[in-house]
């Protein structure tokens, strides 16, 4: 799948979670929604974009949830 696309799907998912109060629950349900909901080849790829210039499109709360949740949302091998 397109790299800026997953960007994309990312920052939608953020931007709902971002009105919670609490940046930590936030980041979580963010991880959650991609953990549950993303194929683990989906996840693999937009991990691999935190690395790359495409991160500086991210909304904040993915970077931060992806970091955050990086053990969890690595598909097993």
């Known amino acids: 799948m397109d790299g800026n696309n997953l960007v994309r799907m990312a920052n939608r998912i953020a931007d ?5 109060p609490d940046r930590e629950e936030a980041m979580g349900e963010v ?3 991609l953990h549950k909901f993303w194929d683990p080849r989906m996840r693999a790829q937009i991990l691999a ?14 970077r931060d949830a992806l970091a955050r949740h990086r053990e969890r949302l690595t598909p097993a091998a």
């Open 16 to 20: 709902f979670f971002e009105s919670l």
């Open 31 to 33: 991880a959650t929604h």
């Open 49 to 62: 974009l935190v690395d790359t210039p495409a991160a500086d499109e991210m909304h904040a709360l993915v």
